[in-house]
């Protein structure tokens, strides 16, 4: 079974810095799909980035970037330039596919404060 | 508008009282999931399904069932609501493909006293 890990339930980031957010699983496969979730005070879940695991070019979307390091099995979110809207809850998933079933399996989550 | 639709949104109950949270959505998509979210738990999935009439359980499928006899809409049945169900419940759908992105609906929140 694969397990996701993100062992900093609380993190706080001034505007305008840039934050780290930590992100480890647990596979045996070798192919397959990591997320990040944000969930703001609305409760809604909200895709951030996506990252597939043959690729090894780190994916980015605007202020958001992963690194992901496959050998060791993490996959850490960078949010640079922080804004106050980027205060959620955010949520490590990863999912495999067999063609036949597709599983998310989502970590404990990290509550990110962004402070002025 | 692309969306998946959760009712209700609010719903206080008590043990033992059948109730159906109801999900639909408009995309077309092939697979549909539930997900309970608790605090210090993250999400996890109670019932998936990978079309119509085809159902599994996910991770913690005990005191629920669920349904997919149309494409567009799978309910989450509690038969008996115990008070250790009071959760927020997440709907959720995507295309059946290895990248297909979880389009989420906005959350029920059940309380059962």
Same mark, same amino acid.
């Given at each position: ?5 993100? /062992? ?7 505007e305008?810095?840039?934050? =780290?957010?930590?992100?480890? %699983?647990? =596979?045996?496969?070798n192919? %397959? %799909? ?19 695991? %043959? ?9 958001? /970037? ?7 099995? /993490?996959f850490s ?14 949520f ?9 079933? /597709? ?11 962004? =402070?002025? | ?7 209700? $949104? ?8 059948k ?10 998509? #092939?697979?549909?999931s ?9 999400? $996890? ?13 996910g ?7 669920v349904?997919?006899?149309?494409? $567009?809409?799978?309910p989450?049945?509690? #038969? ?16 059946? #493909? ?6 989420f ?9």
């Open positions: 079974a694969q397990t996701v890990t993100q /062992s900093q339930p609380e993190m706080s980031v001034q305008a810095e840039t934050v =780290t957010l930590s992100c480890t %699983y647990d =596979t045996s496969e192919n %397959y %799909y990591l997320f990040w979730y944000k969930q703001p005070p609305s409760r809604q879940m909200i895709l951030v980035i996506r990252q597939e695991a %043959y690729k090894q070019q780190n994916a980015t979307e605007n202020r958001f /970037s992963v690194n992901f390091q496959k050998a060791a099995k /993490s979110l960078k949010i640079s330039d922080s804004q106050l809207g980027d205060t959620a809850m955010y490590c998933a990863f999912m495999s596919y067999t063609g036949t079933a /597709s599983k998310l399996t989502f970590g404990t989550g990290t509550r990110l404060q962004v =402070t002025l | 508008e692309a969306q998946v639709t959760q009712n209700p $949104r609010y719903l206080i109950t008590v043990t033992g009282k109730l159906t949270v109801t999900c639909s959505q408009n995309m077309n998509h #092939e697979y549909m539930w997900y309970r979210q608790d605090p210090g738990l993250g999400l $996890r999935q109670i019932y998936y399904s990978m079309n119509v009439e085809v159902t599994d359980k991770d913690v499928p005990e005191g629920y069932k349904s997919r006899k149309e494409k $567009r809409n799978f989450l049945i509690l #038969e008996s609501p115990s008070p250790n169900q009071t959760s927020l419940y997440f709907c959720a759908s995507s295309y059946l #493909e290895p990248t297909g992105e979880l389009f609906g906005e959350g029920s929140r059940l309380t059962v006293l």
